[in-house]
């Protein structure tokens, strides 16, 4: 019914720069917010940036300055640019959004299935 592709995943030096990237499909009457999470080895999973609405965003401490979480509304796309990556940055990140998939219903989470992403020194 509804699906989210992440992609952009993979192994970087310390201080270099990623792009993620998750594409949503299926039943969307409208998107109310979209974002990422990530989850470490031995960690729980925490948000890391959200984007609402309207545009406002919300980051996790850890990652201000550093990441910046954008979207493209017409193709119910959502992106993290990750720059100045560090090695506890390391971790599955997870493309989440709230979405209505029909009129006069109440919205709905969905979640995708991850993207590895690796930061050496």
């Known amino acids: 019914q509804v699906q989210l592709v992440e992609s952009g995943g993979g192994l970087v030096q310390a201080g270099g720069s990623l792009r993620l990237s998750c594409a949503v499909s299926?039943?969307?009457?409208?998107?109310?917010?979209m974002g990422w999470y990530r989850q470490a080895p031995g960690k729980q999973r925490e948000l890391v940036a959200v984007?609402?609405?309207?545009?406002?965003?919300n980051y996790a401490d850890s990652v201000k300055g550093r990441f910046t979480i954008s979207r493209d509304n017409g193709k119910n796309t959502v992106y993290l640019q990750m720059n100045s990556l560090k090695p506890e940055d390391t971790a599955v990140y997870y493309c989440?959004?709230?979405?209505?998939?029909?009129?006069?219903?109440?919205?709905?989470?969905?979640w995708g299935k991850g993207t590895l992403v690796t930061v050496s020194s």
């Open positions: 984007i609402i609405r309207g545009g406002n965003t």
């Open positions: 989440n959004v709230d979405l209505f998939y029909e009129l006069g219903s109440g919205s709905r989470v969905y």
């Open positions: 299926g039943r969307i009457f409208s998107i109310n917010a």
